[in-house]
């Protein structure tokens, strides 16, 4: 499984943001999905995760409410829409792949889970 991130950049605080992440090769409609981001000196952080049914999210507490993860089994794409952005939100963002298997309602939060990775996007939210 491939990935390739892309629509990251530089905004300002309370802007929004959509970053994608298209996948290719394996069974993507099978594959649990998740953004993770990690910012300088830090360590890789979960940020929104999604089962490869579509039908089941989870996010990390400090994006609850603001960030929104979606996907499209047809174009073989994962997105993270992001609206109120902080300064703390800048980081580079990576997007995940599980192929499992597991049932349509799994949901992986743990960045040791994932299989896959893509090279990342960059956010920089201004202040």
């Known amino acids: 499984v491939q990935l390739v991130e892309s629509g990251g950049g530089l905004v300002q605080a309370g802007d929004s943001l959509r970053i994608s992440c298209a996948a290719s090769?394996?069974?993507?409609?099978?594959?649990?999905m998740g953004w993770f981001r990690q910012a300088p000196g830090k360590e890789r952080e979960f940020v929104a995760a999604i089962s490869w049914s579509g039908g089941n999210t989870n996010y990390a507490d400090s994006v609850k409410g603001r960030f929104t993860i979606s996907r499209d089994n047809v174009k073989n794409t994962v997105s993270l829409q992001m609206y109120s952005l902080k300064p703390e939100d800048t980081a580079v963002y990576y997007c995940?792949?599980?192929?499992?298997?597991?049932?349509?309602?799994?949901?992986?939060?743990?960045?040791?889970?994932?299989?896959?990775w893509g090279q990342g996007t960059q956010v920089t939210v201004s202040s």
């Open positions: 090769g394996g069974t993507f409609s099978r594959t649990a």
């Open positions: 995940a792949a599980d192929e499992g298997p597991f049932p349509a309602s799994t949901i992986i939060s743990r960045a040791r889970s994932y299989d896959y």
